[in-house]
């Protein structure tokens, strides 16, 4: 098998090809549906995850990671600790990490570290957090693991999958105003259901994609899994590659998908996209803004891994800027990173937010995950710019979530119900 060949193979699609080359003793090209032991180029895992691994690591009798540059750890969910039992598994963490050599980050969402600091065009990545897939904005094969197989990796060095079957989402057409990524990803899950890319490659791609900042990519790429996906991936283009040149990184390998590959299409046109939600208590359960403006809302939050960079918080501010959050609703901004709190610090963006009467975390999961820094109460209504409304998702089991844009977000924190951000822009 030669590796030049695989690439340059127009039958092959960008998840069988980069599963065929990053094979550990095969040397045969892999199609989906079948197995291929792969090697890692990086393994990480959360402060939700990460324990579990650890332990289970010992019980394997595992002595060192196989190789500690490609490890990390990232404490995210509760930072800081808002328990002494959390506290003691943050513990756990900073001494592994001390003890292997692994880099430990604290204080910023482990999606926005990866994007930041680690991920390059043809890279393998997995991580224990679902929505590992959000880095194929950059063109890697990204996708979430359970704890226990975290540890295993951090063994070997490697991990078997089934090479998925690809979905190719077309988006034709540019944005309308007051329309972004949060939107596609809600129409395009809305389209085919919460388990429509089961087990999916899905591949973003067309017109519209060109026009996508590497944020709105990865916005994309995180909200795949919630179709089902098992990773996601916009191909390196002119747009990634500014972006990687800005952060002084350098493609893998650049694997296109083929041309003549057989996969399952749709088409999304984008122009004729509106401002949507996905209404309790499902991501699937999508409608139009419209159709349930005017719903009161407690709180209002802006943050996590989907919504919470620095291109989100700017938008948001344009909804803001010269306006009062409603009297009575709470707006919870979390920046995704440090990184994304000083650039907007700089900017004048949190100083805009907190003039319209935001309240500023710092950079952690927070609200998203519902642990701390905006825990609903009974009966309570949130629209937030995270990827998940199950029940219970952000506290009580009958408190209520809707999804939407950051946009949207800030709209309907302005208006106290929710609102169309159009008429604000």
């Not at 393994?43 to 196989?66: C, H, N, Y």
């Not at 009966?379 to 506290?395: D, L, P, T």
Request: with cysteine; glycine share 10%.
């Amino acid at each position: 098998m030669n590796r030049v060949d695989v690439l340059r193979d127009e039958h092959l699609t960008f998840a069988e090809k980069i599963l065929t080359l990053k094979q550990v003793e095969e040397n045969v090209i892999k199609r989906s549906g079948e197995i291929a032991v792969v090697s890692v180029d990086l393994a990480a895992g959360q402060d939700g995850t990460s324990p579990l691994a650890i332990k289970v690591f010992r019980e394997m009798g595992g002595g060192k990671v196989w190789n500690p540059d490609k490890a990390l750890l990232v404490i995210d969910h509760t930072y800081p600790s808002a328990s002494s039992q959390i506290s003691d598994l943050h513990k756990l963490m900073r001494s592994f990490a001390r003890e292997q050599g692994i880099r430990l980050v604290e204080g910023s969402v482990i999606h926005q570290v990866l994007l930041e600091d680690y991920v390059a065009p043809g890279m393998l990545v997995v991580g224990a957090d679902s929505h590992t897939t959000t880095h194929g904005a950059l063109g890697a094969f990204a996708t979430g693991i359970g704890s226990t197989e975290l540890a295993a990796v951090w063994l070997e060095g490697s991990i078997w999958l089934k090479v998925p079957e690809t979905l190719r989402v077309r988006l034709d057409g540019s944005l309308p105003k007051g329309v972004y990524a949060k939107d596609i990803a809600l129409a395009f899950i809305g389209q085919v259901g919460a388990d429509g890319a089961n087990y999916k490659s899905v591949e973003w791609r067309g017109d519209a994609i060109s026009k996508l900042s590497v944020a709105s990519r990865a916005t994309l790429c995180n909200m795949s899994m919630e179709a089902g996906a098992k990773n996601a991936v916009v191909e390196y283009d002119s747009v990634a590659k500014s972006y990687l040149e800005e952060v002084g990184r350098s493609p893998f390998v650049v694997v296109e998908s083929g041309k003549k590959a057989e996969v399952e299409e749709i088409s999304v046109d984008c122009f004729k996209l509106e401002p949507v939600v996905a209404a309790p208590s499902r991501v699937d359960n999508v409608k139009a803004v419209r159709e349930v403006e005017g719903t009161p809302i407690d709180q209002a939050f802006i943050g996590s891994c989907t919504n919470g960079r620095l291109e989100d918080l700017v938008e948001a501010a344009k909804v803001l800027r010269g306006r009062k959050v409603k009297d009575g609703v709470r707006l919870i901004v979390t920046p995704a990173s440090r990184r994304v709190y000083y650039e907007a610090l700089r900017l004048g963006v949190l100083e805009a937010l907190f003039k319209a009467g935001a309240v500023i975390t710092n950079p952690t999961c927070g609200a998203c995950v519902g642990t701390h820094l905006g825990i609903l109460g009974e009966g309570e209504v949130a629209i937030s710019s995270s990827n998940r409304n199950f029940i219970g998702r952000m506290g009580h089991p009958k408190s209520q979530v809707y999804l939407a844009s950051p946009a949207t977000v800030a709209a309907s924190a302005v208006r106290g119900a929710i609102s169309d951000p159009r008429d604000l822009l």
